[in-house]
């Protein structure tokens, strides 16, 4: 019978997360760990229900405000979850291993392999409310009207994901929006729209320029702090050099179904 083996340590790597500055370790997958996201691969609500949990089992040191999976859902945000994926897929990984280049030059596709460290870059968000501080944007078109934008966490996602049966990528988009409010010319006469199904419907009814100017301030204000995965390729067929970002959650399950 098999009773585990012995003395064997694993390595762990140090993982600071760029929202909110917390300190993991994490330790590679296994085998039945990359069984259960194969597993988890039917409905989107539970790929990210696993990817949380496997994350979450995957850390070894744990920074003390986080004590708990509810803590860890409440306090880490969709950013720092790409920092702790980065960590678990160097960690079980190492390399990039043929991810797909479209060439924006020649249109062909070819695959590139590369060290996942050497595509690292970090730029942490430079104070201490991230998850507390909300964004009033007067939106440019819909005179009248405020979006309060914030930056969503593991359980701002999941519960909307179960919450609301539209589009995914509607859902993602969406879950920095906070309310929508409306005020009359007076000032006191507010019409607020705090129900995700609500801020969905409303969201759906906006000029293009309005869209443009959340995304703006979202990326401005929180997004773009953060992991970035960026490389240099240059296409085998014409030549071409580009920088890429590598989309980490696809490559991720690209490599859990590889051998
Ligand atoms: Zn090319």
């Avoid at 744990?62 to 708990?68: A, C, D, S, Y």
């Avoid at 988009?173 to 607020?192: S, Y």
Wanted: net charge negative; charged share 25%; with cysteine.
């Amino acid at each position: 019978m098999f009773t585990g083996f012995q003395n064997i340590e694993y390595p762990e790597y140090e993982v600071i997360t760029p929202h909110t500055h917390y300190s993991f370790t994490v330790s590679t997958l296994n085998v039945q760990k990359e069984q259960r996201l194969k597993g988890s691969l039917v409905t989107p609500i539970k790929i990210t229900e696993h990817l949380n949990r496997i994350l979450w089992e995957c850390t070894v040191s744990r920074p003390e405000e986080i004590k708990t999976y509810e803590d860890f859902m409440k306090k880490i945000t969709l950013k720092d979850r790409d920092a702790l994926l980065y960590g678990l897929y160097h960690i079980s990984y190492e390399e990039i291993r043929n991810y797909m280049v479209s060439c924006v030059a020649c249109n062909k596709e070819y695959p590139i392999t590369i060290q996942a460290s050497s595509t690292f870059n970090f730029n942490p968000y430079p104070s201490n409310d991230i998850l507390t501080k909300v964004i009033k944007l007067p939106l440019p078109k819909t005179k009248g009207v405020f979006a309060y934008i914030k930056q969503p966490t593991l359980i701002d996602e999941i519960t909307a994901f179960k919450s609301l049966s539209a589009d995914n990528e509607l859902i993602s988009i969406t879950l920095p929006i906070q309310k929508f409010t409306q005020e009359t010319e007076g000032g006191d006469d507010t019409l607020v729209y705090d129900q995700r199904t609500d801020i969905l419907d409303a969201y759906m009814t906006l000029p293009p320029l309005d869209k443009r100017a959340l995304f703006n301030e979202y990326a401005e204000k929180f997004g773009n702090f953060g992991i970035e995965l960026k490389c240099q390729t240059t296409c085998q067929y014409c030549g071409n050099s580009d920088i890429i970002n590598i989309d980490l959650v696809e490559q991720f399950f690209r490599m859990v179904f590889s051998v």
